[in-house]
């Protein structure tokens, strides 16, 4: 079979970014000590999410840091809900990962998956949260504001969020998916901000390049109105593919690091969200995923996504790892094998042969490191003439035909 010629692309996006990041934390912390809201000997529960965050371990430990100099007995707290095997351990080894350690933030990781029954939300949906971070004699939380992966709606993925779900680890999370995140996240919250001992919250943008862009100081009071409108700031700036059609989207690899749910899915357009309404763009026929970031140590949340895949990313599948992530979410379609491929290869080739009769040429195809990163992309001709902003879109290279190695795996340079 003959392979198209691709092209290296660049998209140009803000890349403004903030360089001093101990400083623009101590800013917003100061706030904490003019209004006298940290007593000596207060124990504060710090929270810390499982998601790829640009200098969370430094965000984290100048928050300690600072806390320590008030004279509080700060911990921190894993607040992820299901994830790391919805195990004590595998939640600890996850900001391990991360770089949050006792060695590395001089306080301990308190990592337990009890929860105590707080409340109800007016639907009687029971609201549950981590039993360490309850009896605190105070919480902070810091989290990024961005889009979710799971549905649409002006709070998403961010404080509210991570109080809800994070906190509520593994039964808590479980209850909130099975009741529908849009609407009990927010009544879950709020019920949380009036129960528990929140103090304070810092809230994290990045752009498009994942580095950290803004910090947010924010009391308890402004969570939701604030988050409304980070949530709008930061949809103006994540990544998103320039196409509204393609007919193969090759994503050489997905992952944990990249997305909760492993392949952004408001940047391919799927949710596989039974309730949820599907996105009209960006529509593609036909998604390849070639392999699995060794950092999700085999989370293959999100596979289910795809339609082709290979047995190199299935073979490094931990099969309870990611149903434990995959069941409490309810949304088991994302956990279903696509079609397995023994190679890059086969599975590029299997794609041109299934998305219907398009020649060589008018082939609409674009290949991405993975749905993170897309500064950079390579493309087809055809692909590359229905461009949207194609002002904010540079072309550089001559093209070369799609090339694979003797084992199949496609051959590709990335330059980011």
Not at 267 to 286: D, L, S, T, Y
Not at 301 to 326: E, P, S
Not at 334 to 344: E, F, Y
Request: hydrophobic share 40%; with cysteine; glycine share 8%.
């Amino acid at each position: 079979m003959d392979y198209p010629v691709i092209y290296r692309i660049k998209q140009r996006f803000d890349e403004y970014k903030i360089v001093n990041i101990e400083q623009a934390v101590q800013k917003e912390l100061e706030v904490l000590k003019e209004r006298n809201a940290i007593k000596p000997g207060m124990n504060i529960a710090v929270t810390c999410g499982s998601r790829g965050i640009a200098n969370i371990s430094l965000i984290i430990k100048t928050t300690v840091d600072y806390l320590k100099d008030l004279g509080a007995r700060p911990f921190i707290i894993p607040a992820m809900g299901s994830h790391g095997g919805a195990t004590a351990e595998g939640q600890a080894m996850v900001l391990e990962k991360l770089g949050v350690t006792l060695e590395t933030i001089g306080v301990p990781v308190v990592s337990c998956m009890d929860v105590v029954k707080i409340g109800e939300t007016p639907e009687s949906v029971p609201i549950y949260m981590d039993k360490n971070a309850y009896n605190a004699d105070g919480i902070i939380v810091i989290n990024r504001v961005k889009p979710h992966t799971d549905f649409k709606g002006d709070i998403e993925s961010g404080l509210l969020k991570m109080l809800a779900v994070g906190l509520g680890k593994h039964k808590g999370c479980s209850i909130i998916h099975a009741n529908g995140l849009t609407d009990t996240i927010p009544k879950v919250a709020r019920t949380i901000l009036e129960k528990a001992h929140v103090i304070f919250g810092l809230a994290i943008l990045e752009n498009s390049k994942d580095e950290t862009y803004k910090l947010k100081g924010l009391f308890p009071q402004d969570f939701e109105r604030e988050e409304r409108l980070l949530l709008k700031e930061a949809k103006s700036i994540v990544p998103k593919l320039p196409w509204d059609y393609l007919d193969i989207l090759v994503v050489q690899e997905m992952g944990k690091t990249f997305s909760g749910t492993g392949m952004d899915t408001k940047v391919i357009g799927r949710i596989r969200v039974f309730g949820e309404e599907e996105m009209e763009k960006p529509c593609i026929n036909k998604i390849v995923v070639l392999d699995l970031s060794d950092n999700s140590y085999g989370n293959a949340l999100g596979i289910g996504l795809a339609d082709i895949t290979t047995k190199t990313l299935v073979d490094k599948i931990d099969f309870d790892v990611t149903y434990a992530n995959t069941i409490p979410t309810t949304y088991l379609e994302r956990g279903k094998i696509p079609v397995i491929m023994k190679d890059d290869r086969e599975a590029i080739k299997t794609a041109m042969m299934t998305v219907g009769n398009v020649p060589l040429d008018q082939l609409k195809l674009a290949i991405i490191p993975n749905t993170l990163h897309l500064e950079e992309i390579y493309a087809t001709k055809a692909a590359i003439e229905t461009l949207k902003d194609k002002d904010k879109i540079s072309v550089l290279d001559k093209g070369h035909p799609l090339n694979f190695d003797e084992s199949g795996s496609l051959i590709i340079n990335w330059r980011r």
